[in-house]
């Protein structure tokens, strides 16, 4: 609850703030959603421009990786690029971040290593928020017997380790593709997401307008889904956003472990496994893809930030 | 009673303060809150003292800076996003706000108190209730344990708890609504302040406890001889206990008046408002009186007189000149002493 | 809904036999006052019969038992007529808030009816109850939650009309809500904007629009000013007057405030822990009550006239309002109440014309749960 952690002068500040929009016969003729509001803020936030351009860049790349390099990540030419160093100057080209191991030019294989990282980030996002969201609104709204069994089995799986979990599902497969992958961590991650979406309804279920809404005879649909979801829906945002690179960092984990993605498929956690074993006299084989990985994920946490302050002004 | 001994380790009024001063004086307080959509100015030049013994209430509506005016004396208004840009605030003569940080720690708290409108949020609700009360004993004037919670039972029995000594342990949820204000006022007292401030002490109340809680306010004051400002919206509260009345409307006093005189003869277009916007008896079945508008935004203050878009009364010269507080006086020019008016009909509000 | 409603006599474990008996001649009685009140009311247009509300109290995780109920609104009956307001006053924890959900529907009677024109809501549910929902509305207290941050005041008042269709063709919607904006004096143009665009009195304004939408008989008004500035205030209630003149409505007018509620009630009752202590028109019960609490509470309420004080005696209550989970046995009041005897901790006071009173035409003569009723003289509230 925001309200009972208000200070005093926060209180005093809406006191003050509150008749302010409302009496302009003339000014402020606008109608302003909270979602508007929460959009002006975005956009007077630095942190929320940087992290949007640097994702939108990723997802380009992610699109069309053959619009930023004309260079075969997979095919390697051990006889002329083993281990070669980077040439910092040569922007944009096969050898700017220098060869691998095995002939390939690392910058070509971060290139298209970002689709795989972007897909499992997002698509296990999408998973998590799809049924963790649905059975944590079940459970809120409905309670009784149904939440019991909905909080149990949410319990349970929260009880088991996220990466632990991950790896011996995926153990038990021999064929990882991308949707194995994401599919293994949805089925371990939605935990989270149910409790913030069960609590966040159980709160706006609990408020006068849904029982004005009752009063005037609304079925369950419509308070569902006009009622609570959208002033549920807040916090769940935040908390998908900013776990939309852990995700991102878990495929990486779990590929660097050998658990997650595996040749063809190009993945930064595939790279880093690489180049680590040649730390000591190639550092950059291993520097490159960490890099990028620390910064997508760095950049959907900060996006996560900026989208939370934005939603939740009284967190600040 | 010991523990309402005074304690001689507070600095004695030094040399700027003259022993005549009033125990506390806010000359042209200004407040403002700095917010996304401009300064919102909270309280705009108040003035106004206490002394020993007196109740000042002050009266006003949700934004009329009653409460922020409170907070910057205690000094607990949250900085940034409030602002003090000018004013003093005199304690005995003294201006806590350019005082050092420890001097002014050592008035709150020992000098000056203040009782919150919500009692539950403002005590700590994993320790008991009798901790909290002998917390004031051991920190300010290092008692053992044992002593601090003997004069926690003594504080606890001084506002009328019931078996003191057996609930000294409990926890603030195990009490009512009205024994957590009383332990809070207890908590207030505990140090025998020159000076209370109570926000609202009343408005969470139901009336029947309302009614004893204030009771109880009176009467400790009385006894210790203590200055009270109460701060309020209820014009019922206030005709029970206060001696002199200030009225704030969008950040300023726009009357003051000893408090019969002000519930007889209103001399400010709001105050009377306020008073006749009351149902009365023989309106029964009419229609009630009531103030037109809304309260004005702080973040855009009408020109002129802050009251003047809602006011009956309202000419030109309301809209574009903002009149001060001047003093209010009889038809014949006889004075009439502690009113004052800041309207520029106050002639016309009164006598008319 | 309907079988839960018979289950309580099975789930109060012990039930107190003189309590039960008691009560039911609470509802005789309360029907028979009922007959005889004065002719020129009509019918009443909700009669409420004896109802109960007691929340189970149950403990353990993952096999709940109870242990104990709280006993919110235990036997209480009233009846409202076409056009008339009746206030109900009374401290928090009475239980009048719990009464305004149980006319709503919205909470599930332990026992007792309501009757809409002859039908017990209290059983109703699925398309019957829907249609009456049309005849009932309400009003909240704050009027910061109660509408819903996310929609425009257009969709907000419009909601009754996608919820009960056949009210407004689809056409009329737009039309029909900027209306209701007109007639509780919003601009119409406002119909597009959100409601933390308000201030909380024309926040008030869209709550009252909203329930007038279905063209509502009865609206139950569960504190509606008590939010609100004191200046604002007075417009709120003159709107809700004049609303009440134009379509007739019959309110159900809950709050604490007592001198709004004279104002605005054409009859009071005065509710203590659940159960009615007192009922009249206003002004035998503001100037004759015979029922020591509805004396207290009169009393203690802060006059706003500095010399009103001096003109009758004070009555300050001693403690706290006990806890609706374990109520005092017999008289309710009793452990507040500087005349409780014997008689008053074992034998429950029925609400009923005292006695004493019978058959003079004072106005003390009007119901009252108390053995001892008398009048008194105090202090008087809004007076």
């Given at each position: 609850m925001p309200d009972a952690t208000k200070t005093q002068t926060e209180a005093v500040v809406d006191a003050i703030a509150a008749p302010s929009?409302?009496?302009?016969?003339?000014?402020?003729?606008?109608?302003?959603?909270?979602?508007?509001?929460?959009?002006?803020?975005?956009?007077?936030?630095?942190?929320?421009?940087?992290?949007?351009?640097?994702?939108?860049?990723?997802?380009?790349?992610?699109?069309?990786?053959?619009?930023?390099?004309?260079?075969?990540?997979?095919?390697?030419?051990?006889?002329?690029?083993?281990?070669?160093?980077?040439?910092?100057?040569?922007?944009?080209?096969?050898?700017?971040?220098?060869?691998?191991?095995?002939?390939?030019?690392?910058?070509?294989?971060?290139?298209?290593?970002?689709?795989?990282?972007?897909?499992?980030?997002?698509?296990?996002?999408?998973?998590?928020?799809?049924?963790?969201?649905?059975?944590?609104?079940?459970?809120?709204?409905?309670?009784?017997?149904?939440?019991?069994?909905?909080?149990?089995?949410?319990?349970?799986?929260?009880?088991i380790p996220f990466l632990l979990g991950a790896m011996v599902v995926l153990n038990a497969f021999t064929d990882r593709k991308v949707y194995v992958v994401i599919l293994a961590l949805a089925f371990l991650g939605w935990t989270s997401i149910c409790r913030v979406m069960r609590a966040s309804v159980i709160t706006a279920k609990q408020a006068d307008y849904v029982t004005a809404a009752r009063a005037l005879g609304a079925g369950t649909p419509r308070i569902l889904f006009r009622h609570v979801l959208p002033n549920a829906l807040a916090p769940t945002i935040v908390v998908a956003t900013i776990a939309l690179g852990g995700y991102i960092s878990a495929e990486a984990t779990l590929s660097f472990l050998g658990l997650g993605l595996a040749d063809p498929t190009i993945s930064w956690g595939i790279d880093i496994a690489e180049g680590s074993q040649a730390i000591r006299d190639n550092p950059h084989a291993l520097l490159f893809p960490a890099g990028m990985l620390s910064l997508t994920v760095f950049a959907f946490i900060m996006l996560g930030d900026a989208v939370r302050d934005a939603l939740d002004p009284k967190l600040r | 009673?010991?523990?309402?001994?005074?304690?001689?380790?507070?600095?004695?009024?030094?040399?700027?303060?003259?022993?005549?001063?009033?125990?506390?004086?806010?000359?042209?307080?200004?407040?403002?809150?700095?917010?996304?959509?401009?300064?919102?100015?909270?309280?705009?030049?108040?003035?106004?003292?206490?002394?020993?013994?007196?109740?000042?209430?002050?009266?006003?509506?949700?934004?009329?800076?009653?409460?922020?005016?409170?907070?910057?004396?205690?000094?607990?208004?949250d900085m940034p996003p409030g602002k003090i840009p000018q004013g003093q605030i005199l304690y005995r003569g003294q201006d806590m706000l350019t005082m050092s940080y420890e001097e002014r720690r050592k008035i709150r708290g020992q000098k000056i108190a203040m009782i919150f409108q919500d009692a539950l949020s403002?005590?700590?609700?994993?320790?008991?209730?009798?901790?909290?009360?002998?917390?004031?004993f051991r920190v300010h004037q290092g008692l053992s344990k044992k002593q601090a919670k003997a004069k926690a039972i003594e504080l606890m029995d001084r506002v009328k708890i019931p078996a003191?000594?057996?609930?000294?342990?409990?926890?603030?949820?195990?009490?009512?609504?009205?024994?957590?204000?009383?332990?809070?006022?207890?908590?207030?007292?505990?140090?025998?302040?020159?000076l209370i401030i109570a926000d609202e002490p009343t408005t969470a109340l139901d009336v029947t406890v309302q009614a004893q809680v204030m009771d109880l306010l009176k009467e400790l004051q009385t006894e210790f001889n203590m200055g009270l400002i109460l701060i309020t919206h209820d014009l019922g509260v206030v005709a029970d206990v206060?001696?002199?009345?200030?009225?704030?409307?969008?950040?300023?006093?726009?009357?003051?008046?000893?408090?019969?005189?002000?519930?007889?003869?209103?001399?400010?277009?709001?105050?009377?408002?306020?008073?006749?916007?009351?149902?009365?008896?023989?309106?029964?079945?009419?229609?009630?009186?009531?103030?037109?508008?809304?309260?004005?935004?702080?973040?855009?203050?009408?020109?002129?007189?802050?009251?003047?878009?809602?006011?009956?009364?309202?000419?030109?010269?309301?809209?574009?000149?903002?009149?001060?507080?001047?003093?209010?006086?009889?038809?014949?020019?006889?004075?009439?002493?502690?009113?004052?008016?800041?309207?520029?009909?106050?002639?016309?509000?009164?006598?008319? | 809904m309907a079988e839960l409603d018979k289950t309580d006599g099975s789930m109060d474990a012990t039930p107190n036999v003189t309590e039960v008996?008691?009560?039911?001649?609470?509802?005789?009685?309360?029907?028979?006052?009922?007959?005889?009140?004065?002719?020129?009311?009509?019918?009443?247009?909700?009669?409420?019969?004896?109802?109960?509300?007691?929340?189970?109290?149950?403990?353990?995780?993952?096999?709940?038992?109870?242990?104990?109920?709280?006993?919110?609104?235990?036997?209480?009956?009233?009846?409202?007529?076409?056009?008339?307001?009746l206030g109900i006053v009374g401290e928090s924890g009475c239980g009048k808030s719990t009464v305004a959900r149980l006319l709503m529907a919205l909470e599930t009677a332990t026992s007792g009816e309501v009757f809409y024109k002859g039908q017990d809501i209290t059983r109703l549910s699925g398309r019957a109850l829907k249609a009456v929902r049309r005849n009932i509305q309400m009003v909240f207290q704050d009027p910061y939650t109660s509408l819903n941050?996310?929609?425009?005041?257009?969709?907000?008042?419009?909601?009754?009309?996608?919820?009960?269709?056949?009210?407004?063709?689809?056409?009329?919607?737009?039309?029909?809500?900027?209306?209701?904006?007109?007639?509780?004096?919003?601009n119409p143009e406002y119909i597009n904007r959100y409601p933390h665009q308000f201030s909380g009195g024309q926040r008030q304004r869209i709550g009252i629009a909203r329930g007038l939408a279905l063209n509502p008989e009865i609206i139950i008004c569960d504190e509606p000013v008590s939010a609100l500035d004191v200046s604002v205030q007075a417009q709120v209630i003159n709107l809700m007057e004049k609303l009440q003149d134009e379509f007739n409505l019959s309110y159900v007018f809950?709050?604490?405030?007592?001198?709004?509620?004279?104002?605005?009630?054409?009859?009071?009752?005065?509710?203590?822990?659940?159960?009615?202590?007192?009922?009249?028109?206003?002004?035998?019960?503001?100037?004759?009550?015979?029922?020591?609490?509805?004396q207290a509470l009169l009393s203690a309420v802060p006059v706003p006239d500095p010399e009103a004080r001096e003109r009758g005696e004070r009555i300050i209550l001693t403690g706290d309002v006990p806890s609706p989970a374990n109520p005092p046995s017999g008289c309710r009041f009793r452990t507040r109440c500087w005349k409780a005897q014997d008689k008053c901790s074992t034998e429950l006071p029925l609400l009923a014309v005292p006695e004493r009173f019978k058959g003079s035409d004072t106005p003390a003569a009007h119901e009252s749960a108390c053995h001892f009723a008398e009048e008194k003289d105090i202090v008087g509230a809004a007076s």
């Open positions: 929009a409302a009496d302009g016969h003339k000014e402020q003729g606008k109608p302003r959603s909270l979602w508007g509001d929460a959009w002006f803020d975005l956009r007077h936030r630095p942190m929320f421009w940087i992290s949007s351009i640097l994702l939108l860049l990723l997802l380009v790349i992610a699109a069309f990786p053959g619009l930023f390099t004309g260079a075969d990540p997979r095919n390697g030419d051990l006889t002329n690029h083993f281990l070669t160093k980077p040439d910092l100057g040569h922007f944009f080209q096969a050898d700017w971040f220098g060869y691998d191991g095995q002939g390939r030019s690392i910058y070509a294989r971060v290139i298209y290593g970002t689709r795989a990282s972007i897909l499992v980030g997002v698509g296990v996002t999408a998973a998590v928020t799809l049924v963790g969201g649905l059975l944590g609104m079940l459970a809120g709204y409905f309670g009784g017997w149904l939440d019991s069994v909905i909080s149990r089995i949410t319990d349970i799986f929260f009880g | 009673m010991t523990i309402m001994d005074k304690t001689a380790d507070i600095p004695a009024p030094r040399a700027g303060g003259s022993n005549d001063a009033p125990l506390l004086e806010v000359r042209d307080l200004h407040v403002e809150f700095h917010t996304r959509d401009g300064v919102a100015k909270a309280v705009n030049g108040v003035n106004y003292s206490v002394d020993s013994g007196e109740t000042l209430a002050v009266l006003g509506e949700s934004g009329s800076g009653k409460s922020v005016t409170a907070q910057a004396i205690m000094g607990i208004l403002s005590l700590n609700p994993v320790l008991s209730v009798g901790y909290q009360l002998g917390e004031m003191a000594a057996q609930r000294v342990g409990d926890y603030p949820h195990q009490f009512s609504g009205g024994m957590r204000q009383r332990i809070m006022i207890a908590m207030a007292m505990a140090l025998e302040p020159d206060a001696d002199k009345i200030a009225v704030m409307y969008a950040g300023r006093i726009v009357e003051t008046a000893p408090v019969h005189e002000l519930y007889k003869r209103p001399a400010h277009p709001y105050t009377r408002g306020l008073l006749d916007s009351i149902p009365r008896l023989d309106q029964k079945g009419q229609e009630l009186y009531a103030i037109k508008g809304l309260p004005p935004n702080l973040l855009k203050i009408p020109a002129g007189c802050a009251f003047n878009p809602r006011c009956p009364k309202a000419e030109d010269i309301c809209r574009t000149e903002i009149p001060v507080l001047v003093p209010v006086s009889e038809q014949d020019g006889s004075e009439l002493p502690g009113r004052g008016s800041a309207c520029h009909f106050w002639k016309e509000t009164i006598h008319g | 008996v008691a009560v039911d001649a609470t509802d005789e009685t309360a029907a028979v006052a009922a007959i005889e009140a004065p002719v020129e009311r009509g019918e009443p247009i909700l009669q409420v019969r004896n109802l109960v509300k007691h929340f189970p109290l149950s403990q353990g995780i993952l096999f709940k038992r109870q242990v104990g109920a709280v006993k919110a609104v235990d036997g209480v009956s009233f009846d409202l007529y076409q056009g008339e307001t941050p996310r929609m425009t005041v257009g969709d907000i008042i419009g909601e009754p009309f996608d919820i009960h269709p056949e009210v407004a063709p689809k056409g009329d919607r737009r039309a029909r809500v900027q209306e209701l904006l007109d007639v509780v004096g919003l809950i709050a604490h405030d007592l001198s709004i509620v004279r104002h605005i009630s054409d009859r009071v009752g005065v509710m203590y822990l659940g159960k009615m202590a007192e009922i009249g028109t206003d002004a035998e019960i503001y100037d004759h009550p015979t029922h020591p609490y509805t």
